[in-house]
C-alpha cells in the first residue's frame, strides 16, 4: 500500500556453463550459491537469468532452501529450460536482449564468475547507472571494467563481503 | 526443490486510461479490483503492466489488499509510473515490446476491459497460443477475437466466472 | 546529408500462414505481391516480417521485382528462414515482440489479410499512434478496429486505394 | 530473387559521447568516419545505432558521403535523434536491449573506442558467435575481450587493416 510493498531485488550474474571438475568453477558455483542464501537470508528477491544452468542454478538452489523468492528472467519463449529453484518465472523470447531486463530490475547487480553473457550484463548494467559488484572476476575483467566505470564497479573478495557491499549499495540508492 | 516451486501467475491485462465519472469504465476498475483480489486468494501470483494507472492499479491493490504478489513488468526503465501496489517490479525499458513479455509469463491470460494496448496482448497471446479470459470487452471486440480463436478465447461475465474459467484452463494445461 | 536522405519506409503486415488453394487467400497473396511492387515503385523501403512466407513472401517478391528495397524483420536469431527476396535482414530474436519494431519503423502501416499477428501490429500500431490501412480485414476485424481507433484505422477496397490512402497519410505527416 | 539479394552488414559500434578537444577521441571519430566511408565503397550496409552522436554520427557521414546505404537501430521510439545521416532507421523503444539486435544484424561487428554500450555489444556479438574486429580499443579492452574469445575477437591497427579483417571473415563465413 506505500513504497515498502516494493522488494527489494538482487540480480546474481554468471555463466551458464562450468565445470565442476574444474577448482576454479567449483569456487565459483560454491559461491553461487551462497550468495543465494544470503540473498533470501536478507528477506530480498534473488534475480537470475532463470535457467537451470551453472551460476543460475547454484544461486537459485541456495536462495530456495533458504526460503527466498527467486525471479527467473529467462530467455526463452516457456519455462522448459527452467531451474526448478526458481519460484516466478518470466520467459521472454528475447534471448540474450533479456540480459538488459536482469539488470534493469535489479537494484544492485552481482557478477559471480565472468563469460560473455555476464560480461554483457555487466557492461550494460554500468549503462544503465547500476552498481555491480564482481566476485570471481579474473584479473582482466576486473582490470577493465573497474577502469571502465570505477566509480559504479567494486571487486569483492567473497560472499560475506559481496553481501555487505550490497547492503552499502542500497542505502546510497535509498 | 520440485517443479511445485513454480508459482502459478495470472496475467490481468487492461486499459491505463479509465473514466471513474463512466459507468461503464468504473465497472472495469470494480471488476479489476476483485479479480485482483482473487488471484490473490487462490494463491496465485498476479501480473500486470505495472503502471499506477486503470485496471493494472486497481488490479494490483486488489491483490495487494488479499496479501498477495503482484508482479509489474513495466514498459519504463525505471519504477517512477510503478504502483505502489506491485511487489516486484521489474522494468524493461520496452514500451510496448514488453506486452509479449506479459504474455509469455502468465499461465492464463485475463482481458478486462478493452483498448490498443490491451487488444495487443490478447492477439499476442492467442499467437503464443495461450488461453484468453475477455471481461467487459465489447461486442465489437468480443465478435472478433471468437473469429480470430474459438478454441482460445472466452468470454466471461463476470468475476466469479472468470475465476472458474482459469481454473479449468490451469487444469488443462496442468 | 539533409533530412531527406531518410527513406520512407511502409510496412506490409500479413498473414505467414495462407492456403493457395483457397480463393479468398490466393486474393490476399495477390494482393500483397501487387502492393511490394507498388511500394518500390513509389520509392518507398517495404518493410515486412522477413520470413519466406504468406504475405511477407509476396510482398517482398513483388517489391524485390520492381527493383526495391526490402527491410525484413525477422522474429528468429538468423536469416534461415528469410524471405529470399528480402534486401536487408534485422534478425531480432526476439520473437513477436519484434512485431512493435515493425510498426515503430513504419511511416505507415497496411495490414493485407488479418490473423493473431497481424492483429497485434494492428493495435501497437494505434497504440503507437500510427495510420493503419486495412485490406483485406475481414468484417469483425474491420468493425473492431474502426471502433477502437476511427480517426487512425482506414479500410482499403484495393491496392489502388491503399496506396492513395498512404500518399495522404504521408502528406499529414510531412 | 536469389540469396545474393541480400545485402551484407557491417555493424560499426562505438561511443556516443566523445570528446573532439581530445586528441584520441578525436582520432576514434576520425577512424569512424573513414570506416563509414570504406564500407560504403565495398557495397556494404553500414548498421550503426543510428543516433546523431559520436561513433554512430562519423560512420554514418563517411558511408552517406561514399553514397551507402546506412542501417540505424534507435534505441529510441521515433527519429527525434536520428542521425541525418541514416537513411534508413529502425526506431525500437528498447533502449540498450536494442545493442543485441545490432549484433544479429551484422555479418562482422567492428568497435572503435570502447565505453559502457560498446562494451556490451563485443559481449553480445561473443554471445552469438559473431567475429569483432576492435579499432581503439584501449589496452584493457583488448586484453579481456582477447582472453574472453580468443577465436572471435581481433584487434586492428587502423581502417585498412579493418576492412582487409572484415573480409577475411566474411570469406569464413561464406
Redesign the interface.
Known amino acids: 500500500?506505500?513504497?515498502t510493498?516494493?522488494?527489494t531485488?538482487i540480480g546474481v550474474m554468471g555463466p551458464g556453463k562450468l565445470d565442476p571438475a574444474s577448482a576454479s568453477d567449483r569456487e565459483i558455483l560454491t559461491s553461487a550459491y551462497a550468495l543465494g542464501q544470503e540473498i533470501a537470508r536478507e528477506g530480498w528477491?534473488l534475480l537470475t537469468g532463470g535457467r537451470a544452468a551453472g551460476v543460475m542454478e547454484e544461486a537459485s538452489r541456495g536462495a530456495?532452501?533458504a526460503g527466498g523468492?527467486?525471479?527467473g528472467?529467462l530467455p526463452d519463449?516457456?519455462?522448459v529450460n527452467?531451474s526448478?529453484?526458481?519460484?516466478?518465472?518470466?520467459?521472454?523470447?528475447?534471448?540474450?536482449?533479456?540480459?538488459?531486463?536482469n539488470i534493469?530490475?535489479s537494484h544492485v547487480v552481482v557478477t559471480c564468475g565472468?563469460?560473455?553473457?555476464t560480461?554483457?550484463e555487466?557492461?550494460?548494467a554500468?549503462?544503465?547507472g547500476k552498481n555491480v559488484i564482481m566476485l570471481h572476476p579474473?584479473d582482466?575483467?576486473a582490470?577493465?571494467f573497474l577502469?571502465?566505470?570505477a566509480g559504479q564497479v567494486k571487486v569483492a573478495e567473497n560472499v560475506t563481503s559481496t553481501v555487505a557491499l550490497i547492503k552499502s549499495k542500497l542505502n546510497l540508492n535509498g
Open positions: 500500500m506505500t513504497a510493498t516494493l522488494k531485488v528477491v530456495n532452501e523468492i527467486v525471479l528472467i519463449a516457456d519455462t527452467c526448478s529453484f526458481v519460484s516466478i518465472a518470466v520467459p521472454t523470447a528475447m534471448g540474450s536482449a533479456r540480459n538488459n531486463i534493469l530490475a565472468m563469460g560473455a553473457g560480461a554483457s555487466a557492461a550494460l554500468i549503462k544503465a579474473g582482466s575483467a582490470a577493465f577502469e571502465l566505470a
